[in-house]
């Protein structure tokens, strides 16, 4: 009966584990066009989520065309590399609402630049306003 036990636990255990991606994942490759790289310039951005939640962190230029998109799980952070240069606008998914930054983020050459996910204590929610998904998905 013990062996049946253990047996149950594992399998359900590599189930529920096994839904959730790694931090660093693209989940939504096919959904974007190929992601843009400049390896000469030497650039990076650091991602850190601090909430409690998962979220999907997409980067888009000025104009709002795609550069690259991320899946950072709850306390984790990632490192976007050879980004090109210009002026980012950071959207997010927190699996339940889509949301675009109110900011820009400047990418210099050969810098790196940092990009923390906190709650707002008077808002309670992430700093940002909300979009909709077919912008959030937008090419």
Not at 120 to 139: L, M, N, W
């Amino acid at each position: 009966m013990e062996k049946y036990l253990f047996l149950f636990i594992l399998i359900v255990g590599n189930y529920v584990f096994a839904q959730r991606p790694f931090t660093g994942e693209k989940i939504f490759s096919d959904k974007f066009p190929s992601e843009q790289i400049n390896r000469v310039s030497f650039s990076s951005l650091t991602v850190s989520n601090t909430i409690n939640d998962d979220i999907i962190v997409t980067l888009r230029d000025g104009a709002r065309n795609y550069i690259s998109h991320v899946y950072i799980r709850a306390k984790e952070s990632f490192t976007f590399k050879n980004l090109p240069v210009g002026h980012f606008v950071y959207q997010y998914h927190n699996l339940k609402i889509y949301y675009e930054s109110p900011h820009r983020i400047p990418i210099y050459l050969n810098n790196e630049e940092f990009l923390d996910f906190f709650y707002s204590a008077g808002a309670k929610k992430i700093i940002g306003f909300e979009i909709t998904k077919e912008e959030f998905f937008k090419e």
